[in-house]
């Protein structure tokens, strides 16, 4: 596809259990990008992948969030022990580079609407 | 670190009129800047950038934003405004660090703009 694609659009959820987002980046591009936007507020920024690499997981709001990127394409965010406060819409983004990403050239997916009842 | 605030969450205007929403941002470190917008259910779209050079610039859609080192601001505008420019706004900055930015981005609250015929 021509942009980046996320899965699934929708995720309800009880309260306790494991999710997983999935993010597919433009074909090529080596930088990805999670944020979390929750009702209200700006996309808040989570984690950064170069590559296959975690390069900055500093916006991870605690252990029980964890994503992996293990080819360099796709990443899938890892929510365990869902909460209420989990709720809201993830957003990954993708560019070509470093240098790209940060001359604004990152480009969103649709997002994941998660509902943690 | 960076923040960003914008100053009005709501701003209402009639059709063909012109409009402003207003930006300003706190930086210890040089950044860069952007407008993106969000129609409903779909995913972030840049609307203009900030880099360098003049500090006025021109985006898609008819809209422009000026760069204002001194006020730290960064307003959107437009002179005027259709129907179809009803959606929400979003500054961001992002520090622009040399070799070790990739392009993480801060973003505003959000300004939700209604167009009304």
């Known amino acids: 596809g021509a942009g980046v694609s996320q899965t699934p659009s929708n995720k309800v959820t009880e309260k306790g259990k494991y999710v997983e987002l999935r993010c597919d980046p433009i074909?090529?591009?080596?930088?990805l990008y999670w944020y979390r936007q929750s009702l209200g507020q700006g996309p808040e920024f989570l984690i950064y992948f170069q590559g296959t690499g975690a390069a900055d997981d500093s916006g991870l709001p605690n252990d029980r969030f964890f994503a992996v990127r293990p080819e360099g394409s796709v990443s899938t965010l890892k929510i365990q022990r869902t909460e209420r406060g989990d709720s809201a819409v993830y957003l990954c983004a993708s560019s070509l580079d470093p240098a790209s990403g940060r001359a604004g050239e990152q480009f969103f997916g649709p997002g994941t609407r998660l509902t943690v009842l | 670190a960076q923040s960003v605030t914008q100053l009005d969450s709501q701003v209402p205007v009639f059709e063909e009129a012109p409009v402003e929403l207003r930006c300003n941002y706190s930086s210890s470190v040089s950044v860069y800047l952007f407008w993106y917008v969000q129609y409903p259910n779909q995913g972030l779209q840049r609307l203009l950038k900030?880099?360098?050079?003049?500090?006025l610039v021109k985006g898609i859609n008819g809209f422009e934003a000026e760069f204002n080192k001194s006020q730290t601001s960064f307003h959107l505008r437009k002179p005027s405004v259709h129907i179809s420019d009803t959606a929400e706004y979003f500054c961001a900055v992002s520090d622009h660090g040399g070799g070790t930015s990739y392009g993480k981005l801060t973003f505003g609250q959000g300004t939700i703009l209604t167009v009304h015929p």
């Open positions: 900030y880099l360098s050079g003049s500090a």
């Open positions: 074909s090529g591009h080596t930088a």
